[in-house]
């Protein structure tokens, strides 16, 4: 019997994207399907596949799609009509021609009012079984949801790179370390992540109010008074806060580009990602999967601000 094939497009941000991916190709290794990866660079995460990972292996196929890097919204703002235009015809083709083209796009469910992310993890793992056990030659996975139960990232590698940075911005602050291990401990026992989502964020923003970071922020002072804090925030009035409110102790990424819709943006939120992972606990923002991923992938606990937490 032929290989069944899973094309994964994973959709929204860059964490969102993570799980996806990851949740692909752990089914696929384990009912030994072919996977194909769909990559949109778009505003949503603007840069290629090959910019910020070093792949899984070789038997996955990369294609990187070519997207417009400004919203809907933004173009009409603009004036741009064309370009508009031009992009909804762009994406129609796209569109038409893998879920024409390969017929079985598999609709996976998502969170809501009637259950939570670990149910729908669930009912989607029970999904793509349905689709291993048929005769089904392939299927489209078009979504930002997955069905990670075991939350294992090691396949998902970032470019060394990324590890490099995070290591020199650490040293900036505390000096050389003599190995690796020695640089390891000092930051987990000494550094707390703080994550405080903004931007477009409208749930994060609502459920996350900056006065809760800081009563926990405070409240690891009190036991530690030598505590420092790695702040992740894409909020530039959050960083202002944080460090009049923290002098001293707040660690961040300097001079790093806020907005997620370039390159650059999308690389420095690798290093706040990898960043956070190294820490010894995370205070994250409540709805956003920022927060989970950079404890996922550094095996560490993580308290919501609004203190719904989780080890």
Not at 97 to 105: G, H, I, Q, V
Not at 139 to 156: G, K, R
Request: proline share 2%; aromatic share 12%.
């Amino acid at each position: 019997m032929a290989q069944k094939v899973i094309y994964s497009e994973p959709t929204g941000g860059l964490c969102n994207r993570m799980g996806a991916l990851n949740y692909a190709y752990l089914f696929a290794k384990e009912y030994d399907c072919r996977l194909v990866v769909l990559w949109k660079n778009n505003f949503e995460a603007a840069c290629r596949f090959e910019d910020v990972f070093t792949g899984f292996d070789d038997s996955v196929k990369i294609y990187n799609l070519p997207y417009f890097k400004k919203t809907p919204k933004e173009l009409l703002k603009s004036g741009r009509i064309i370009s508009f235009a031009l992009r909804g015809i762009w994406h129609t083709v796209l569109d038409l021609y893998f879920k024409y083209r390969l017929k079985n796009e598999i609709e996976l469910v998502y969170e809501d009012e009637t259950r939570t992310r670990t149910e729908a993890d669930a009912l989607n793992h029970e999904i793509m079984e349905r689709f291993a056990l048929s005769d089904k030659k392939w299927c489209l996975i078009s979504s930002y949801q997955c069905a990670d139960l075991t939350h294992d990232y090691s396949a998902l590698k970032f470019d060394v790179r990324f590890e490099e940075a995070v290591r020199r911005l650490y040293e900036q602050k505390f000096g050389e370390f003599a190995t690796d291990e020695a640089y390891k401990t000092y930051i987990r026992q000494n550094v707390t992540g703080v994550h405080v989502r903004r931007g477009d964020h409208k749930y994060a923003i609502a459920n996350n109010p900056i006065e809760k970071f800081i009563e926990k922020m405070d409240a690891q002072l009190a036991k530690n008074p030598d505590a420092y804090f790695y702040l992740a925030s894409d909020g530039q009035d959050v960083i202002d806060i944080m460090q009049e409110k923290f002098p001293g102790r707040v660690i961040i990424n300097e001079g790093a580009e806020l907005s997620r819709k370039s390159k650059s943006g999308m690389e420095n939120a690798i290093i706040d990602l990898l960043a956070l992972s190294k820490t010894g606990r995370i205070i994250g923002s409540f709805g956003s999967t920022f927060s989970d991923m950079a404890s996922y992938i550094g095996g560490i606990g993580l308290e919501y601000s609004n203190s719904q937490g989780k080890d």
